[in-house]
């Protein structure tokens, strides 16, 4: 068996691992993928590694073609690599975004709606995932705020820009007055800590001693436990099966992602059931973006 943990997202394969280890996998992956349909390209495959082991990773892929780097590289809209790496990809993205508002704001002086729109639907997402894939961005991120405070809010709304208490709550979403557009600075960290709780139950299976997988998943909000059991977003046990959970105590008010076993009849019923009656919680937003949806 090859000592390296891998891990597949469509036709994105990667892995991780000492470089021996790794060169045998890409080996493996090299004989049996294209009989399955995963033909490799060593040509647009990068193997990112510690600076001091640069030496080593390049000698263990001698002859394949490989990228080799030791500084890091961008992997599904986040970065791998060192600090200054890091840095330098959330820079980049925040001058790209910056951009982008400074357009927005003036669309905004006559077609504030679409402004609006484009700002709160496609441009915030952007910084959530980031702030979802990269540690302490924070400080990094307090140009966009800018933007959004000194031009973009004043183009949207036809004022001046809005002072710090006010700001605040405009940062609010519709249902209590504000306009849900938030500063991306003040919720990164919240944002990084409340995907790595909600990731870490996945990880542990992908990094696994068995290295099999065999369980569905769900994330629920713990004051909605019986939301997608019973229909009623009421708290109510009696209805579902019990299952263990990665959080030490279940009521404690914290987030939890269970881990569903899926292999018996009655469980697997129980989970059918539990997604269709899904569709009909009042509160959808606590089902499919608990990260972004904080309470």
């Known amino acids: 068996m090859i000592d390296a943990q891998q891990v597949l997202y469509a036709d994105d394969a990667s892995a991780t691992g000492v470089s021996g280890n790794l060169r045998a996998w ?28 640069l030496a080593d990773a390049k000698a263990a892929f001698n002859g394949t073609h490989f990228n ?13 690599g060192t600090q200054d790496y890091c840095n330098k990809f959330v ?32 441009l915030a997402g952007k910084c959530v995932y980031l702030a979802w894939t990269t540690p302490n961005i924070a400080a990094l991120l307090l140009p966009l705020e800018h933007v959004i405070q000194k031009k973009f809010l004043p183009a949207l709304s036809g ?25 991306p600075s003040k919720r990164a960290h919240d944002e990084f800590s409340a995907s790595v709780l909600v990731t870490s139950p996945l990880k542990n299976l992908i990094s696994g001693p068995n290295g099999t997988y065999t369980s569905c998943c769900k994330v629920r909000h713990p004051q909605q436990k019986a939301c997608a059991t019973t229909g009623s977003c009421r708290p109510s046990e009696a209805t579902a099966p019990h ?9 404690s008010g914290e987030g939890c992602l269970e881990l569903v076993d899926c292999t018996t009849p009655s469980h697997r019923a129980w989970f059918h059931s539990a997604q269709v009656r899904l569709q009909r919680c009042p509160l959808p937003a606590l ?7 904080p309470l």
């Open 26 to 53: 890409w080996d493996d992956l090299c004989s049996k993928g294209p009989a399955c349909g995963y033909p490799v390209n060593a040509s647009k495959t990068w193997l990112i590694t510690k600076p001091e082991h």
């Open 287 to 293: 089902w499919l973006a608990p990260i972004s949806h």
């Open 68 to 80: 080799v780097t030791g500084e890091g590289r961008h992997y599904l809209g986040a970065s791998l």
């Open 91 to 122: 820079a980049d993205k925040v001058i790209e975004w910056k951009a982008e508002l400074e357009m927005l704001s003036s669309i905004a002086e006559t077609q504030c709606y679409a402004a609006y729109a484009a700002a709160t639907h496609g």
């Open 243 to 251: 299952f263990p959970t990665t959080n030490n105590d279940p009521g």
């Open 159 to 183: 004022r001046a820009p809005p002072n710090t208490v006010q700001r605040d709550l405009l940062a609010l979403p519709a249902r209590l007055g504000g306009i849900g557009l938030e500063d």
